[in-house]
Nanobody, 115 residues
C-alpha cells in the first residue's frame, strides 16, 4: 500500500513564505509525475504545480514566479516552496503522485495566509 503524507502547512502573513513537503512510502519502485493541488473553501480543487520524473515542471498562472516545485527521487519526496504568499493562496494543499499507473493522494495540509 502506498501512502502520501504532506507537512509544512500553517498560518503566515501576506508576503511570507512556506515550504510544503510530501513523502511517499510503501511498495514503490518508481514515481512518475508528482504534483501539488489546492482546494479553497467553496471552490474546486485546482492544479498548482507538477513535476515529471525527469524534472520538467509546469505551474498554474496564478503562482508562476512565486512557487517552485522540486523533488528528491532518492527520498520519494516532492516539495513546494511558496514565496510572496497572498490571501488568495489560502487553501488545503494536496500532493498526488502517479505510481504504477495509479494516482495516489495525500490527506492535505492547510495553508492560511492572513492579510
Amino acid at each position: 500500500q502506498v501512502q502520501l503524507v504532506e507537512s509544512g502547512g500553517g498560518l503566515v502573513q501576506a508576503g511570507g513564505s512556506l515550504r510544503l513537503s510530501c513523502v511517499a512510502s510503501g511498495r514503490i519502485f518508481s514515481i512518475n509525475a508528482m504534483a501539488w493541488n489546492r482546494q479553497a473553501p467553496g471552490k474546486q480543487r485546482e492544479l498548482v504545480a507538477i513535476i515529471t520524473s525527469s524534472g520538467t515542471t509546469n505551474y498554474a498562472d496564478s503562482v508562476k514566479g512565486r512557487f517552485t516545485i522540486s523533488r528528491d527521487n532518492a527520498k520519494n519526496t516532492v516539495y513546494l516552496q511558496m514565496n510572496s504568499l497572498k490571501p488568495e493562496d489560502t487553501a488545503v494543499y494536496y500532493c498526488n503522485a502517479e505510481i504504477a499507473r495509479k494516482n495516489y493522494w495525500g490527506q492535505g495540509t492547510q495553508v492560511t495566509v492572513s492579510s
